[in-house]
């Protein structure tokens, strides 16, 4: 979390120079600087971390000969070694700090005003000053100059002062983004109050501009900064983190529907979000699409139509960002007559998104051009989950390189039974294998996942559970029962038919977790954890902009 201001820290302005009068030099305390490089300890700053300040002061009167007549170049008639000329507009006191303190590069030792004197830089170089390295404040390390991609944001920080728990973009990546871990949920582009993350063309998290140093992106991250078993509980409540969850009710259901024949399983999800927008209770719904360019490669979209749900029933499995996707600026066109913070939503996702936007929703922070779209979430809606997958691993080299498989002739690709199936466009099953063989697609991050059956949503929807065409339904908040009333009418719905199967699943998904995670998995534990807890956990760098 960021630190707070410190009430005792010193900070004086600096005053204007003092008129002395007379003809007399002399030196004048005026302020403080800090004393530069890292303090030792914390805590606020004191009188032995300042600097003090001393201007010294040339009256309008002085005849400073002997400067003037060794300095043959100087035109202005004061000695001053300038070469402005004797109309050249001169103050009365030039400052020049002495004792220590910081001279302006356009002044000389003896207090006098001359002219800026520049260089040309050499290229990759920030000076063209000497053979030696750059001023060491921008901390370029060996073998990188200004212009490598990603350093020029990333590496230019200042050895300044930091406030005490102040956690950068740069930590998020070098415990994550670095490692592998990241499960592109979004909830660090969600979070980050200066849209200072965008998404990189590998699509994961990425900084666009400067970091503000606000820890907002560490803090939310599921493999980062939230304890996501802490927020279970908060979600949900004591009973909220055995088993299966404490649900309100379960059911095996499917939609008697033409269109249910692309849909997932019960097509359970799609008869839900219809249900909500035609009742008026959402103005529409983020779900995932296939993009125009790459064939089974989900991206984040918002629904707006029956007819849009129907399009884009079935599952894929990438991940989408589908929280850092959540600017409805973008989407103004299809909600023109819409108020942004009156937006209703419902949200489609896997459950690390869900315990996301639930973490964002608990606190009353502005989420820049996010803020809108994370306060619009009514309804969520996860997708029960063991892993997730990386789309080039998973399709391009599994599928496409190691087996053949063309990704334009993929109809639909379901995971059932613990089997992979994959059918061509005509409904002919051309693969069915373990899904254990892709287990070098699936994403690094979701071994430390232990929430199979989405803890923090409204409803969850899964095939586990379930016979053939049905699909399993989780009803865990009074919105999620709303959703259902809603939907049950138009369903064939009976009891779940196999409750222990979903328990036996979450319990190999706890244990597969406990196995990964690197830190005490503890849901009565606080909510947040701060970087350098988990960084002698993962044993990952404290400080990376010091070892760049």
């Not at 800026?116 to 370029?140: A, H, I, L, M, N």
Request: net charge negative.
């Amino acid at each position: 979390m960021t630190a707070e201001n410190t009430e005792n820290e010193r900070e004086q302005p600096l005053p204007h120079v003092p008129d002395t009068g007379g003809d007399e030099r002399r030196d004048v305390d005026v302020g403080y600087l800090p004393v530069g490089g890292h303090r030792s300890g914390s805590g606020p700053r004191t009188d032995s971390d300042l600097n003090p300040i001393t201007y010294r002061r040339r009256s309008e009167g002085s005849d400073d000969k002997d400067a003037h007549q060794t300095n043959e170049e100087c035109r202005c008639g004061r000695g001053c070694g300038c070469d402005g000329g004797p109309d050249r507009e001169t103050t009365n006191a030039s400052p020049v700090s002495v004792d220590g303190g910081t001279r302006p590069s356009n002044v000389d030792s003896e207090g006098n005003l001359t002219t800026f004197e520049f260089t040309t830089p050499s290229e990759g170089k920030s000076q063209d000053v000497s053979e030696e390295r750059p001023d060491r404040r921008v901390q370029v390390p060996e073998g990188v100059d200004l212009d490598t991609p990603d350093y020029s944001i990333r590496g230019e920080m200042n050895d300044i002062d930091e406030p005490d728990n102040k956690t950068w973009f740069m930590e998020l990546d070098a415990a994550v983004i670095d490692e592998g871990r990241c499960i592109q949920c979004g909830t660090c582009v969600a979070s980050c109050p200066s849209d200072s993350i965008g998404l990189g063309d590998d699509g994961l998290p990425k900084l666009v501009k400067m970091c503000t140093g606000c820890s907002l992106c560490w803090d939310f991250c599921p493999r980062g900064g939230l304890r996501y078993e802490r927020q279970w509980k908060i979600t949900g409540g004591d009973d909220n983190v055995n088993g299966a969850g404490d649900p309100i009710t379960e059911f095996s259901a499917k939609v008697e529907e033409a269109w249910r024949e692309n849909a997932q399983d019960g097509g359970l999800v799609t008869s839900v979000l219809i249900h909500l927008l035609e009742a008026g209770e959402i103005d529409g719904a983020i779900i995932a699409t296939e993009s125009a360019d790459e064939p089974w490669k989900a991206e984040s979209f918002l629904a707006t139509t029956p007819e849009e749900l129907i399009e884009n029933a079935g599952s894929f499995y990438n991940q989408t960002m589908a929280l850092g996707n959540l600017n409805v600026d973008q989407w103004a066109e299809k909600l023109p007559e819409k108020d942004p913070e009156a937006l209703s939503l419902a949200l489609v996702g896997t459950p690390c998104e869900i315990e996301g936007i639930r973490a964002l929703q608990d606190f009353a922070w502005d989420y820049a051009s996010q803020e809108d779209g994370i306060r619009a979430i009514d309804y969520t809606i996860a997708l029960m989950c063991t892993k997730n997958f990386n789309y080039e691993r998973l399709i391009g080299e599994q599928l496409e390189a190691k087996r053949g498989i063309d990704p334009d002739d993929i109809g639909k690709m379901d995971v059932l039974h613990g089997d992979m199936l994959v059918y061509d466009r005509d409904g002919e099953m051309i693969l069915q294998e373990d899904i254990e063989a892709f287990h070098g697609a699936a994403l690094k991050g979701c071994d430390e996942c232990a929430d199979f059956t989405g803890y923090c949503a409204d409803l969850t929807v899964g095939s586990v559970g379930s016979g053939d065409e049905y699909s399993s339904v989780i009803v865990r908040t009074e919105q999620g029962l709303k959703a259902w009333e809603l939907t049950e009418p138009d369903l064939d719905y009976h009891d779940l038919e196999d409750r222990s199967a979903i328990g036996r699943l979450q319990s190999w998904d706890k244990k597969k977790a406990f196995e990964s995670l690197q830190r005490p998995f503890d849901p009565d534990a606080p909510r947040f954890i701060e970087y350098p807890e988990h960084a002698g956990q993962y044993d990952v760098v404290l400080n990376p902009h010091e070892s760049q």
